[in-house]
């Protein structure tokens, strides 16, 4: 290919030529770098290049007539003489005139070029297009490779001078046929290159990182292929990639080195277009990978490197920037601080920009290194300073520093004032989760909440690539935001929230918190049983919680108000030995106390209350276990000590709201001991010294009941009378109306009885639940693994709403509690029943996978083969049947047939290309060809799993092995193409990925290219310098040298 100067477009220069890594996980994004040619085509002369070769060609043209060159040649020397217009209109009537000429293609193209150089770039689009339009013409008529090249060249052309309005949308295409209709011609490189710029002007950073490779693959000994390996670096940096960065960075440095060592290797390129200044690009894009790697050591020592050898680069403050930042990462501040400072004192910088990022850089590093005073100044004076770029930024920084002092009424407005300036998602993420801190610190649970919240929405709608931390960004408002929700009394808004946490966190250090505001939740939400499982389980898991008092507090009250006294009264027993100062030892005592008394331990029950009541005797709960005291000795028998207590208690608490209980109490002991006037006297105190307090309507009617007992029915029947009378909604008056028929029975007053019973109607409404709410109680209890809980929703469900569409749905979660339950009988006739009762319902195929994996659980093979065939002869075409039939080639496989599992495999692998089971019997197959030696059939098949980019995982084993095979048949061409693949398109694969970079060196150590092997290795050392697959790079480096 001929040697070309590499093209830059004038506008587009100052939007995309520009290396954008973000640094990782940096407290604000930044356009980070900054490097521009932005010459003109024709300050550096192409177009005048052109337009000599040109001439040159028609000055050669000897089948061209002597009239024809002159014409041309002079209207080339009237444009040169400054007559632009005479140029031109020569040339067009030249055109116009000589239609038959073989030079007029030529004068088409002189026209353009005139109107370019010119800078009439609308003129020269349409010119170029002329041009294209009778260049093909021409070779149509002529056939000659000339006219070819110019077409090619018109194209190219074309596409820039559309380029130069701005117009890149409509340049694309061009540029697109330009290489692809003349893939061999000059062109070519320089075309994909500006699609290249134009994809970064666009944000589209995937697409240009794969046009600047494809230079690299197709023409790789061209001019532009440094400078599109530099591209294509940077890409990869702004897509999050830095180890494919580091590997292009590699590839481009030692193809630089042979290219200035003028070896045999460098004797192949082409002279590189700006290649004077790729060492500098090539350390700086260093610097950002290693940043954005987190190896901050090797970042700050390849800083430090250019900034000695590179001392006058344009790039110096940038790398200053990046050494910064890497300090900061290590904790060195005040040494970061030196760096900023040098961009700051650095006269000759006009990129505002990147002062106000180190302006920003060197206050969090001068609070970092304790001087909070400082940087709130500086803090304050950035928030103030007009246009500054990162308002939001500065004014979040000065608000957390409010925050940390603990001025909060001051980080709430200031960090409100940073939200309403933010137009950054990180920064605004940050911001909404310090606001929420802030309002949990002002108790304002539902305002920090909608911070966590918003934080949460935000950061699943950003990038990873555009937000680095994406994933703690979101575990962390998740957490907050739950337990904010539980604060502010939403705890079935928390539930999901606090259960995403610990499902996708669970190596969060934080998970016992999570637990335990869950079970807290839970326990809010009247969810016992989820409750004190959930706290079963936090206990379990983290014995040493800080969280541990609490967590037993909660545990204890969980199986108290299941009931389960005797589970609860141990919990609170060990609460108070392990804590024995404990918030929550009056409360303990007194639900200990209640959970003897429940189970009838009434001696350890008294002496309980009796210890609490001592403990805290003016408290409310105190109250309460002295008077439950006396309950305990009345339950024992001892009556007297009872009596003696409770007349102790109402002098000593005449204001309790207990007093009346006690006097209840008392009234009731002396009536069981049939002392009725003593009763009878109690109960009329209590009516007169309380008449306000609920018991009085029990107190008459056991006044009545007295009276009844004393045969005196007149006085029964005015009391029974006051209660049906002054109480009529109260559930005793029922039973009062029946004791007074029963005292007009024993008066002789018969009739009167019989019509008391026609004047009271009780009536029972009923709230029935809704549908879906029933269902949904179901589905919670299951997934807490409360299965018998479950079983009994579904089935109160389905009873309750015989007619719902979701009774087959009901069905299938009760099989799925009994299997859990290892309750299999029952778990099978659930299945079962799914089919005879709902077998046109989507859960049928569900219920008989289900059914099928349980026999295959329970070893009856037979059975589970039956059901897993009939599953895909009544369900063909769903996805269980993928699956079934997967399980039946295992089965197959298991019992030694394996020709009868090859091809099952083989009919799933095809039925369900693509989905999960489909692939996964593909993959069998392929392993049953590799371990049978078949490499041909074992790779065909690999070849069908690597291009399932939706399995990225198999999709990078399967092409490894491809390389594998090719390597294991001695194929080292072969084997380091498909590894090659490996190393371009799976770079998340960690291992894989790394496994084809070894074997790739290795296939290059046998095909003889040591400098690409030691490249190889190079990188696998930069990125895992410390594991057994660095030990092995460096070892096998080490040899090559």
Known sequence: MAKKFLIFFTLMLAQSYILRPQTVEQLYDYSSSIYSNSKEFADIGLIRKAETSILEIIKRSESSPVKDQSELLYA??????GNTKLADARLEKFINDRSNSPLITQAAMLRAYFAFDNKNYVKSEKLFEEAKEIA?????????????????????????????QGKYQDAEPIYSECFQKYPNEDYADDALYSLGLIAETNGRHEIASNYYNTIAKKYPYTNTFVASRIREANNKLILRNPSSSIIIIENAENKLSHIRDKDSIGLLYEEQSFSELASEDIQYLRVEAYNLSGNFDEAVAVAKGFLETFAQSRLTNYVRLGAGWALLNQGNNLEAIGYYDGILNDAEETDNTLKSTAMLYRLVALKRSGDPVGAKKGFLALSVQPNYPYLAQALLELGQLNYEEGDYESAQKTLEHAERESRDAVATVRIHLVLGATYIELNMWDKAAAEY????????????????NRDWYIAESRLKEGIALVKSHRNAAAIPILNSFIAENKADKRMDEATFWLAEAYYRSDLLRNSSDTYDNLLEQFPNTARREEAL???GWSYFRLKRFDKS????????KEFPESKFGLEVLSRQGDGYYITKYFKQAAATYQKA???YPNTEDGQYCAYQMCHALYRQGQMEDAVTNLIGFVRKYPSSSYAPFALYLNGWIRFQQQKFGEAIDNFKYLIQAYPQAGLVVRAHYAIGDAFYNMGNFESAIASYKVVIESYPSSPLAP????SMQYCLMALGRTEEALKLADSFIETNPTSPFAEEFRFKKAEMFYTGKNYADAISEYQNFIKSHPESERNAEAMYWMGKSYQNQADFEKAEQ????????????EFAPLSMLEHGLLKKQMNQIVGADSIFRKLQEQFPEHDAAGQAGFERAVIRLAIGDTVKAMKIFRDISEKFRGQEYGDQSRYQIAMYFRQQNMADSAMAEFDILATNMDNPLLAAEAQFRIGELWMMGKNYEKASEAFALVRDRFTGQEDWFTKSLLNLGECYEQLGNTDSAAEVYQSIISLRSDDDYGKTAKNRLKRLR
């Open 553 to 555: 507090y909660g545990q």
């Open 136 to 164: 093909e013409k021409e070779f149509s008529l002529r056939n000659d490779s000339v006219y070819v090249r110019y077409a090619h060249t018109a194209l190219y052309w074309q596409a820039t001078s559309l380029s130069q």
């Open 569 to 576: 009264s141990a919990i609170f027993d060990k609460l108070i």
């Open 453 to 468: 919240k918003d934080a949460r929405q935000i950061a699943l709608k950003s990038s990873p690539i555009y937000m680095p």
């Open 76 to 81: 080339h020397t009237e444009y040169m003489t």
């Open 830 to 841: 659930a299945f079962d029943e799914i089919n005879i009762k709902y077998p046109k319902s």
């Open 613 to 615: 009541a001592s403990l």
């Open 735 to 738: 039973e009062a109306m029946k």
